[in-house]
């Protein structure tokens, strides 16, 4: 689509109008982030900006300083655990966009649009992944440019000491797990945490991972003295079982008193095991700490343990948000990286409706061995399910059915049942662990 907005590549010499836009845009310090650590957090093989028209506007800049920016973004280079055939978990690479920034002058003049053709062009040319994510700042947003929320996350809520009841064998499994404390502030807990997370992305479907280059710096942009008030700097909650490392929680608790009585809330920022035992252990810990009234575990999923260990999600105070919006940037790469239920094989004949990446538009066969690999090949055969792009994106990660995308982004069929054999066949074991905050 032509556009009047032209976006161009950022280098190290943008950095201080990067900041500049970024602090205009997002109030400077926004909850959890300060902008003292943006340079590093930035990647610059991503970064695009768009330069005010027609120069600087009076009193905008000092004298012989460049013309500020009025839109940018960036994207990390992340991983995403998807379903594989044979009930197995696998990682693909995904470009996960950030810092969407539209200068307040600019907005509602196609600034996003011509952003989003932009960068979604960029990633199909680069090659590198058939995938795009994001986190929406609002819900509203990303839908039209084709991306589906393909994970929901629950936030939980328990009082202290909340009990956390779990099959006997589990509880004994769990009481042989030993547990220790560090603050995250060196290389060596950095280092830990970063393994333990890769580990954990390996058993739990819809983890999203940081870029081996920000493992030792993520934290360092996200928990600022500035932006974490008077919350203690994160720490890290670590498990092990015969001295191998088989879980962690990142957490912060915030001192508060109420009428003499400690009051401390603990935020649960991160949390993920290996085993069930292993998160078990974790979550007792963490709802049983000294001077603390309750604990919050943000970003978990909807069939989280913790939340049944308390009964329900009602006694664990469940409230849900979307979590990871996935694109698939590459339709016939993205159907084919991903696996599908065990059982009969299955032959189906996609139309995608695509107006963003016109290249993934059109007839798509899809044939699904009875282990669950797809191979995926360009059609002229007539349609036995007609989708929008978004459907197959909020499917993707086999959380939310395909059948629930018919009233709500116009899946429809074509051959009877097509799309509920389809919708079967994306559906995984498991609902898929939010991302993490990117
Ligand atoms: C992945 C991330 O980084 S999420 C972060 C997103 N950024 C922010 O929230 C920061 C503050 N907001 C902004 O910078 C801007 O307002 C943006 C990026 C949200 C929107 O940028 P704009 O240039 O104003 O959007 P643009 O004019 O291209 O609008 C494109 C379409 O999106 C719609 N849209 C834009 N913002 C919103 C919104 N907040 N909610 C719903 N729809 C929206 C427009 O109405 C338009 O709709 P159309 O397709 O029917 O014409």
Redesign the pocket.
């Known amino acids: 689509m032509p556009t009047e907005f032209t976006f161009t590549d950022l280098t190290t010499d943008d950095l201080a109008r990067i900041r500049d836009l970024t602090e205009t845009?997002?109030f400077s310090v926004t909850p959890g982030k300060s902008l003292e650590e943006l340079d590093d957090e930035v990647d610059l093989r991503h970064a695009r900006g768009l330069v005010r028209a027609g120069g600087a506007l009076p009193g905008e800049v000092e004298e012989g300083e460049a013309t500020p920016l009025m839109a940018f973004y960036s994207a990390f280079d992340m991983g995403l655990t998807v379903p594989a055939a044979a009930g197995a978990l696998t990682r693909v690479p995904m470009d996960g966009?950030?810092?969407?920034?539209?200068h307040p002058d600019?907005?509602?003049?196609?600034?996003?649009?011509a952003m989003m053709t932009d960068h979604l062009h960029r990633v199909h040319d680069r090659g590198e992944s058939a995938l795009a994510g994001?986190?929406?700042?609002?819900t509203?947003?990303y839908g039209?440019f084709g991306y589906g929320c393909a994970s929901v996350e629950a936030k939980l809520t328990l009082g202290r000491g909340t009990e956390l009841r779990a099959p006997a064998a589990l509880a004994a499994q769990a009481d042989e797990v030993a547990t220790h404390v560090v603050t995250l502030d060196s290389e060596a807990a950095l280092a830990v945490l970063h393994e333990a997370h890769l580990a954990c992305a390996a058993t739990a479907l819809g983890t999203v991972t940081r870029p081996e280059a920000l493992a030792q710096r993520w934290f360092a942009f996200r928990d600022h003295p500035k932006a974490r008030g008077s919350a203690e700097p994160r720490r890290l909650l670590l498990a092990r079982r015969d001295g191998q490392v088989t879980g962690y929680a990142v957490f912060r608790r915030e001192s508060k008193w109420d009428d003499g009585s400690p009051a401390g809330e603990v935020g649960v920022a991160e949390l993920g095991a290996t085993d069930d035992a292993g998160l078990l252990a974790l979550a007792r810990r963490l709802v049983d700490l000294d001077l603390t009234a309750k604990t919050t575990f943000w970003s978990r999923p909807v069939d989280d343990p913790v939340a049944w260990w308390t009964g329900s999600p009602r006694g664990a105070g469940a409230q849900l948000y979307d979590a990871l919006w996935v694109r698939l940037v590459d339709v016939p790469r993205a159907l084919s990286e991903r696996g599908y239920a065990e059982g009969a094989p299955l032959e189906t004949v996609l139309e995608v409706t695509d107006e963003v990446c016109p290249w993934n538009a059109g007839r798509w066969r899809l044939q699904i061995d009875a282990e669950g690999r797809a191979e995926v090949a360009r059609t002229d055969a007539e349609p036995d399910v007609v989708t929008p792009v978004g459907a197959m994106g909020a499917a993707y990660l086999g959380g939310r059915t395909l059948l629930a995308q018919v009233p709500t982004l116009g899946v429809t069929e074509r051959t009877p049942g097509a799309v509920r054999a389809l919708s079967r066949a994306m559906r995984a074991d498991r609902e898929p662990v939010p991302a993490i905050g990117f």
């Not at 966009?97 to 539209?102: A, E, I, M, Y």
């Not at 600019?106 to 649009?113: E, F, I, K, Q």
């Not at 994001?134 to 609002?138: F, P």
């Open positions: 845009v997002w966009l950030t810092f969407v920034s539209v600019a907005r509602r003049r196609g600034v996003l649009r994001l986190h929406a700042s609002e509203g947003i039209r």
